[in-house]
């Protein structure tokens, strides 16, 4: 587990190092110093589980700087199986004047070295050392597992949202577009990333005190339903649209894209969209009944996935607000016409046409991101948002490069408060039967396969509901396997390994949970980056030491002080798991 990250450097007050970088770094020596001396100042803090500002307060007063200004150069040390290592460290570069680029290796050393013999130990701290180009801390072990302890019982469900890191992180309002599959066709595995990527941002957010507005932005226009509206005429059944619409309304897909080879059959099929366009209330009913029918299934796959959406808006919203955006472009002169009367914008910076993005068809009719351009200005109008993130596949990545630019040319400076989190493909999904193509195959399956292994399993309790219990710790599997790397990055599935009860698996997170701390440097992270791996690998982390502590400090037959003190620890670790779960999306479960 990783937990290093950039730290701004203080403005004023700094210890200066000498000049320049030449060489690695040199394995330094340790220069320790223990013992407890009289209690200090530094225990004032102790209350609200600030560690971190205890070891800032001592540093500021040597160092003569803030203590607001060395509290994010002070990290947590991740725990390591191994070996006991400290629990806190100072990073020399990080508060250097120059940084860490101009500073020889040694004298970052040699710094370290003196910065800790100038600090002294204490009731809080027990030891103090200096490693390559850092000052390390460990605290008083019972006084770290009391304070963290009392803390977590105490904060409950905001334990770590509530931590000095983002005190000065300001609280904003995010609206984030996520899943957004196609309507009148089945939900397809590729939007289970999006989705369950999009509520994790958004869940984490919530958990810091953001205002967030979740949007579902349906793809609900263009040629297709055309296609799809000749198709239902030619092979639809009314009672099969209610019954199973998305199932119904994929077989007539199928066939008419059959069909549509025939010149009479596009024909046809323009006419209709045409029709669309032109707000003809026949072609457009059918075409609401479409939208409403798909909706209505959404959000029963939805509420399986534990998601849900403040607003489900579509490319049928900005038809006519993209022609508006085209009248915007061309009154500031960024669109130009080729010789096939499309429309373009030059986003070259010689303005040679070596790079640009198409507006408009021929036929002055608006594209997939001139509706995009429409909704981001009508969604600023609304919502007066402080950021907008986009959750797609990385095959996009282009598209919203584009879409960002346009608007700033547009005089939009607020475009670059805009984000696209990107992420890569889910590679080997496959049921018992071949190929998954729906999301409720996949949940169906994940479904099936738990209660098998449940049934099978020895350790396994009489439970209430076990459909239920399947279903929670099968999407547990799905989500963790999912989020253990980078986002970007694709993957390969595999049903063995996600459905294992032991190892980094989801279901051993549950397993832990239903058995049964540095956690907010885990969620700042988090927070910078949108990146879930990092509360993955923390949970998975607390987990397994969990497991190890379950076995090696009971609380049945110990005596009842000790026993109490043992229970407030399972208590706690169970607790920091139900947090971290329920950001990542995931329901935590109390039986298995």
């Known amino acids: 587990m990783d937990y290093?990250?950039?730290?701004?450097?203080?403005?004023?007050?700094?210890?200066?190092?000498?000049?320049?970088?030449?060489?690695?770094?040199?394995?330094?020596?340790?220069?320790?110093?223990?013992?407890r001396s009289r209690p200090s100042e530094w225990c004032h803090s102790m209350a609200a589980c600030s560690f971190r500002r205890s070891i800032a307060s001592q540093l500021s007063k040597v160092l003569d700087l803030p203590p607001e200004n060395l509290i994010k150069?002070?990290?947590?040390?991740?725990?390591?199986k191994k070996r006991h290592v400290a629990d806190f460290q100072l990073s020399i570069a990080s508060i250097a004047e120059d940084g860490s680029s101009n500073c020889l290796t040694e004298n970052l050393q040699l710094q370290a070295q003196k910065l800790a013999e100038r600090l002294k130990c204490d009731a809080v701290v027990s030891e103090i050392s200096a490693g390559p180009g850092t000052v390390n801390f460990t605290i008083n072990r019972e006084l770290l597992a009391k304070t963290v302890l009392q803390q977590?019982?105490?904060?409950?469900?905001?334990?770590?949202?509530?931590?000095?890191?983002?005190?000065?992180?300001?609280?904003?309002?995010?609206?984030?577009?996520?899943?957004?599959?196609?309507?009148?066709?089945k939900f397809h595995i590729g939007h289970l990333r999006s989705t369950i990527i999009g509520n994790f941002i958004a869940n984490l957010k919530v958990a810091l005190g953001h205002e967030v507005t979740r949007i579902n932005y349906l793809g609900d226009?263009?040629?297709?339903?055309?296609?799809?509206?000749?198709?239902?005429?030619?092979?639809?059944?009314?009672?099969?649209?209610?019954?199973?619409?998305?199932?119904?309304?994929?077989?007539?897909?199928?066939?008419?894209?059959?069909?549509?080879?025939?010149?009479?059959?596009?024909?046809?099929?323009?006419?209709?969209?045409?029709?669309?366009?032109?707000?003809?209330?026949?072609?457009?009913?059918?075409?609401?009944?479409?939208?409403?029918?798909?909706?209505?299934?959404?959000?029963?796959?939805?509420?399986?996935?534990?998601?849900h959406f403040d607003e489900y808006s579509g490319e049928s919203f900005y038809q006519e607000k993209s022609q508006e955006v085209l009248k915007m472009l061309?009154?500031?002169?960024?669109?130009?016409?080729?010789?096939?009367?499309?429309?373009?914008?030059?986003?070259?910076?010689?303005?040679?046409?070596?790079?640009?993005?198409?507006?408009?068809?021929?036929?002055?009719?608006?594209?997939?991101i001139t509706r995009d351009l429409a909704a981001a200005i009508d969604r600023m109008n609304k919502y007066s948002w402080d950021t907008m993130i986009y959750v797609t596949d990385k095959s996009q990545s282009n598209h919203f490069q584009h879409l960002f630019q346009i608007l700033k040319l547009m005089g939009y400076d607020w475009a670059e408060r805009c984000q696209h989190v990107s992420f890569g493909l889910v590679q080997g999904m496959k049921t018992r039967r071949g190929e998954v193509i729906f999301l409720e195959d996949v949940l169906n399956e994940?479904?099936?396969?738990?209660?098998?292994?449940?049934?099978?399993?020895?350790?396994?309790?009489?439970?209430?509901?076990?459909?239920?219990?399947?279903?929670?710790?099968?999407?547990?599997?799905l989500i963790i396997q999912d989020f253990r790397g980078l986002l970007s990055s694709d993957y390969q599935f595999s049903w063995d390994r996600a459905l294992q009860s032991r190892g980094d698996t989801g279901v051993f997170l549950q397993y832990t949970h239903a058995r049964l701390h540095r956690y907010d440097e885990v969620l700042y992270r988090s927070s910078q980056d949108l990146q879930p791996k990092h509360i993955v690998s923390y949970l998975l982390t607390l987990s397994h030491l969990a497991a190890v502590a379950h076995k090696t400090l009971p609380v049945k037959g110990?005596?009842?002080?000790?026993?109490?003190?043992?229970?407030?620890?399972?208590?706690?670790?169970?607790?920091?798991?139900?947090?971290?779960?329920?950001?990542?999306?995931?329901?935590?479960?109390?039986?298995?």
Not at 565 to 591: D, E, Y
């Open 4 to 35: 290093s990250s950039s730290r701004p450097r203080p403005e004023n007050g700094t210890i200066h190092p000498a000049p320049g970088r030449a060489e690695r770094r040199r394995k330094a020596g340790r220069g320790r110093r223990k013992g």
């Open 73 to 80: 150069a002070i990290s947590a040390v991740p725990v390591s």
């Open 152 to 185: 977590v019982l105490k904060d409950g469900s905001e334990y770590g949202v509530k931590s000095e890191l983002f005190s000065t992180v300001p609280r904003q309002k995010a609206v984030i577009e996520f899943s957004s599959p196609n309507i009148a066709k």
């Open 221 to 307: 226009w263009g040629m297709q339903f055309g296609l799809l509206g000749v198709g239902f005429q030619l092979f639809g059944n009314r009672e099969k649209l209610k019954s199973s619409p998305l199932q119904h309304l994929f077989e007539v897909y199928v066939e008419i894209n059959k069909a549509a080879e025939d010149e009479d059959t596009k024909k046809l099929a323009k006419d209709f969209f045409r029709r669309m366009e032109e707000h003809d209330e026949q072609t457009l009913s059918l075409w609401k009944q479409f939208r409403d029918f798909s909706i209505e299934e959404y959000i029963r796959i939805y509420e399986r996935l534990g998601v």
């Open 330 to 368: 061309e009154d500031k002169g960024l669109l130009q016409k080729t010789t096939k009367g499309t429309g373009i914008v030059d986003l070259s910076e010689k303005k040679d046409l070596s790079s640009f993005s198409t507006v408009m068809r021929s036929d002055g009719t608006s594209l997939y």
């Open 446 to 477: 994940v479904r099936s396969r738990m209660l098998q292994n449940m049934a099978s399993a020895k350790t396994t309790k009489e439970i209430e509901d076990p459909v239920e219990t399947a279903e929670k710790v099968g999407l547990a599997a």
């Open 558 to 592: 110990s005596a009842p002080q000790l026993a109490q003190a043992r229970l407030c620890l399972f208590q706690a670790a169970r607790s920091v798991l139900a947090n971290g779960m329920k950001l990542l999306g995931i329901t935590p479960v109390t039986q298995m």
